[in-house]
């Protein structure tokens, strides 16, 4: 299994700001992922991110509001851009295992005020 | 399309009881994963297991087990003698089967297990 690590774990932020979460694996890894959570909800997957390339957004997401940034292939960074109450959810990070699985970081708790 | 159902959105249990938890999908690749993570009250998705499509065979790990019938397109969780530690919720998974890293969580059951 990959150890990540998130920064910051929680952060609460004005309406309007844009916050940058870090996300940092022990292992170099091809692809990294970034989910949202909203409170009481199930994951949702934002972007996938590959270094070298431009990351692959799911529908209901795009660059101008989350871009994501992957210097090489142990670090990662989500933006979450001019932030509304309603981006009020915890943004995990993820590895993908060569077995399939997945491993989560500990996730960002993000709170718009 | 994929898509995974939790019907059961919370469960109360009293420790030492065994609890069951659904997890029907829906998915017309014949190669497919299934997930189980627990995410504790901390927020960190643990990994407790993964099944393929092709292997049926149940398994058991300590007091978890997993029944996965292709059948019913079912995939549920067995604890046995809960414990509190095993307050979660839990979330099961499918992943795409042209693209497996794309994911498809339930929506999560939640485990109350009280002593």
């Known amino acids: 299994s990959a150890v990540i690590s998130q920064k910051p774990s929680r952060d609460i932020c004005q309406r309007g700001t844009s916050l940058t979460i870090q996300c940092q694996v022990d292992s170099q890894v091809t692809m990294m992922f970034w989910y949202r959570q909203q409170p009481g909800q199930s994951l949702t997957l934002i972007a996938t991110?590959?270094?070298?390339?431009?990351?692959?957004?799911e529908s209901g997401f795009v660059i101008d509001k989350f871009p994501i940034s992957r210097p090489n292939l142990t670090f990662s960074t989500l933006t979450v851009s001019n932030m509304s109450p309603e981006d009020s959810s915890i943004y995990l990070c993820s590895v993908r295992h060569s077995s399939y699985e997945q491993y989560f970081g500990p996730g960002t708790r993000l709170t718009v005020t | 399309a994929q898509k995974v159902t939790q019907a059961q959105t919370e469960i109360s249990v009293v420790e030492k009881e065994d609890v069951t938890l659904d997890c029907v999908y829906e998915t017309r690749d014949t190669t497919y994963y299934l997930f189980w993570y627990k995410q504790p009250p901390s927020g960190e998705l643990v990994f407790l297991i993964r099944r393929n499509s092709f292997d049926e065979q149940n398994e058991i790990s300590g007091r978890y087990s997993w029944n996965f019938q292709k059948s019913t397109s079912s995939f549920n969780f067995t604890i046995t003698a809960s414990q509190v530690v095993d307050s979660a919720v839990y979330f099961c998974a499918l992943s795409d089967g042209y693209n497996f890293n794309k994911f498809y969580f339930g929506s999560g059951t939640k485990l109350n297990v009280k002593p």
């Open positions: 991110a590959n270094q070298g390339s431009e990351a692959t957004y």
